[in-house]
């Protein structure tokens, strides 16, 4: 199953570039040393010039600040020296994934899937449960084999983080996984091409069948959401209320910030639409009221809120 993993890698990548070609953003993850090597930040400067005991503190920090920047040293460390602070960056990871919503802050967390392949079955679970919480496709070929490990609390682990990302339930077997895997790989290299090109179409009727073909897939969630964020801005208001309704369905952390934006949209429809949204993907109950959203959510203040 590494060999699926390193397909499904190489796919996500090639597809990345298609998308460049259609002029969508992408905001997918990309190797790890060809972004951590672009430059080392404060944190993991200090961590080279650290010793033993001070890096655990750096690592404590990082964790306690909340701040999902600090997931750049975590997925620097995961990278080049992990050893001896497994459960350490586990337990950071927890506390920080479920932060991250915006693309730059997601991209170290494709990197802390490395974090599944250690021996500590404890590091392992709580990786799992923290990448699940955020959503990290890029751990779902390491969830499928971890499936046919010898822990059982691994393996049950990897099994509900499976079902909490993809919202299906397939069993215990890693068999049905693998298939769903391939089929969800394999439409997104054959048809969202064609599907994500209709979003700018001009025939309103072709933007809303693109959207309800994407409402119906389980994977590249966060690509899907980045490109169908883009319809927010339509003229036509039931096309804005549809996006609404199907960023909800995606459970995309990176749709957060422009349904915030649609709070204050001309169309009571759409601005009802955008904080149902919001409450679905944030589990927040708080007022149509785009400021209230943004303190809550730390939107502008460098540090997210909790969600």
Partial sequence: MAT??????????????????????????SAPVARVASGPGPSIAAWRRAGAAERSELLTAAAERGDPAGLEL??????????????????????????????????????????????DSACVQIASQALSRARVEAAVPYWIELLSSASRAVRERAQRSLEAVSGMALGSGPERWLRWHESELAWFELQAPRVLAELGDED???????????????????????????????????????????????????????????????????????????????????PLDAKAWNEALGIGMGVAGNA
């Avoid at 932060?99 to 170290?108: I, N, Q, T, Y």
């Fill in 4 to 29: 699926h993993r390193t397909t499904a890698l190489a796919l996500v990548l090639s597809l990345a570039a298609l998308l460049a070609m259609l002029a969508i953003p992408w905001n997918g993850e």
């Fill in 74 to 119: 975590l997925a620097w460390v995961a990278t080049f020296d992990l050893a001896g602070h497994e459960l350490e960056v586990a337990r950071a990871l927890l506390q920080l994934a479920p932060r991250a919503r915006s693309g730059d802050e997601r991209k170290p967390l494709a990197d802390l899937c490395v974090l599944l392949e250690t021996s």
């Fill in 204 to 286: 309103e009727t072709k933007v809303l069948a693109a959207m309800r073909e994407i409402a119906g897939r389980h994977l590249f969630r966060d690509e899907l959401a980045d490109a169908l964020i883009v319809a927010l801005d339509r003229p036509e208001s039931d096309v804005r209320i549809c996006a609404c309704r199907t960023l909800a369905g995606l459970g995309s952390p990176l749709a957060v910030k422009p349904l915030v934006a649609l709070l204050e949209d001309e169309n009571q429809a759409v601005r009802s639409a955008a904080l149902s949204a919001l409450r679905a993907l944030t589990g927040l109950e708080l």
